[in-house]
């Protein structure tokens, strides 16, 4: 039993009909679908330390779930199956959240559109000029995790556009130096961090989560978030 076929079977025509075209990657089975300015993705892949577990999650490059979460159990990440009959059942009930739970959740989490925005001139050379000055001035380190929170501080000491888009260069040059990120554009030219972890397909915009922790910073944390991803990428390898 090819773990990757059967997937195919029970899911490629039906997401294809919703718009999700099949792309296979070394360590995930992919559905992608191009909106007008963004692409949601419906992600599945396998667990590399429990026998037969899969697990499903979905993001558009703004925002991600699991399955598990949008069914309202937060305590569970993995899908686990014993043959291929099992195997069935499952991959037709991540269907069946996929076409009741993440697609009304796809259209209610619409990436915001930033094109022509000044985020487009984060990677400008005299925005770069000015974000190393804004480093420098406020002994930040890239070398040092623990930045984030010093840059949290500032952030809420000023929350102009100019300061989020220094912090969110940052930020970015923090997940280069430590997650082997590398500076990127998605399809409308506004920048991501790409190839974290050394995955291709996993990239971070760090001026939505500047943003997301200037919005609700008693819950929201760029020192965390960093924390999170450094534990996915750990979990990757």
Known sequence: MKLGKVIQQVLSEPL??????????????????NCEYYKEYIAIDKSNWNK?????????GSDSISDFWLIGDRLKEW???????????????ILDITINQALPWFEMNRPEDRRGSKLSELLSEEMIKQSKEFIEKNELNVAVPESL????KLLLEDS???SLLKSAY???EVLIHHLNGEW????NGLPIIKCIGGKEDFYKEPFDIVESYLEYPKFNSVY???KALQDTVSRLK
Not at 16 to 33: A, M, N, S, T, V
Not at 81 to 91: S, V
Not at 184 to 187: H, Q
Request: no cysteine; net charge negative.
């Open 16 to 33: 294809q009909k919703r718009g999700f075209e099949y792309h296979k990657e070394p360590d995930e089975w992919l559905y992608i679908r």
């Open 52 to 60: 037969n577990a899969i697990r499903t999650s979905y993001y558009n």
């Open 79 to 93: 899908h686990f199956y014993e043959d291929e009959k099992t195997l069935r059942d499952t991959l037709n009930l």
């Open 149 to 152: 929170v010093k840059l949290e």
């Open 160 to 162: 102009s556009q100019e």
């Open 170 to 172: 940052f930020f970015g």
């Open 184 to 187: 990127g554009k998605d399809e």
């Open 224 to 226: 965390n978030h960093f």
